[in-house]
């Protein structure tokens, strides 16, 4: 059995999408002025993906730390998506790409999916930290432009 760790949304997370569980508490919980909850993925290839998310007032701050790829994409759409479902909703989400020295387009297709909803809920969503092949990667498929037009022009980097 692979170890389960509390994640920003609450819920626990394995190393495969199919060995979910969950108990749907919510991300913000009763934790005082800031939030600090940390998701850490390992799976069986050898890659590993740490996302951490933080409360900065009404906006959210989400950190992965690793490759996404096929494999961790999905927990990565799961962390956005519990951020996004929520009954209070951040007013902006940042996700920084500092930590992510790889990233294949099932991330990618995570980010505007993600992007595509917050949009729906009026939310302010973010990229920060883009550099080196992450960020070639979204100039040469075009996405990039998705993301500058998103309200938050200054923030990708």
């Known amino acids: 059995m692979r170890p389960f760790t ?16 969950g108990d749907d508490s919510g991300w913000f919980g009763q934790m005082g002025n800031g939030l600090k909850k940390v ?41 956005l998506s519990a951020i996004l479902s929520k009954e209070s909703l951040p007013r902006a989400i940042t996700v920084d790409l500092t930590g992510v020295p790889y990233i294949d387009t099932s991330g990618i297709a995570t980010l505007i999916e993600a992007l595509r909803i917050a949009r729906h809920h009026q939310t302010i969503f973010c990229l920060e930290g883009l550099s080196g092949s992450v960020l070639r990667l979204f100039e040469v498929t075009g996405v990039l432009d998705l993301f500058e037009a998103s309200a938050c022009k200054g923030k990708v980097s």
């Open 6 to 21: 509390k994640c920003c949304c609450g819920r626990l997370h394995a190393s495969s999408s199919a060995e979910r569980l």
């Open 39 to 79: 998701m850490r993925i390992t799976d069986t290839s050898g890659s590993n993906l740490e996302i951490s998310v933080d409360q900065v007032g009404t906006d959210a701050i989400v950190r992965p730390s690793g490759r996404i790829n096929v494999d961790s994409s999905p927990d990565l759409r799961d962390c």
